[in-house]
Nanobody, 123 residues
């Protein structure tokens, strides 16, 4: 059973940085899992932020975060990261990590989802 748990969400000032982490509390996320990050702000639709393919570790970023966010993974630890730099108030949302065995990137649906971690960007 893959139980994803996110951490690292916080209140940060505009222009600041955060690193989100995602690990499975049960089954370790092996190299063959495609992984991704989504976010949802109040009153808005869920948005795919970044993902990494299980096939070749190719990545995808939403235009809104391109050049500021970086997705990465540590297969030895079975952990996925989202480094967020130059944060803006519009980045405020609940961020969810996702995973799927042999998942590609981008994709809109994943088998496994975390409970989310709140990121608030405000002065």
């Amino acid at each position: 059973q893959v139980d994803l748990v996110e951490s690292g969400g916080d209140l940060v000032q505009p222009g600041g940085s955060l690193r989100l982490s995602c690990a499975s509390s049960g089954y370790k996320l092996e190299y063959y899992y495609g992984v991704g990050w989504f976010r949802q702000a109040p009153g808005k639709e869920r948005e795919g932020v970044a993902c990494m393919s299980s096939v070749d570790d190719s990545t995808y970023y939403a235009d809104s975060v391109k050049g500021r966010f970086t997705i990465s993974r540590d297969n030895a630890r079975g952990t996925t990261y989202l480094q967020m730099n130059s944060l803006k108030p519009e980045d405020t949302a609940v961020y969810y990590c996702t995973a799927e065995a042999y998942g590609t990137c981008p994709q809109s649906q994943y088998d496994y989802w975390g409970q989310g971690t709140q990121v608030t960007v405000s002065s």
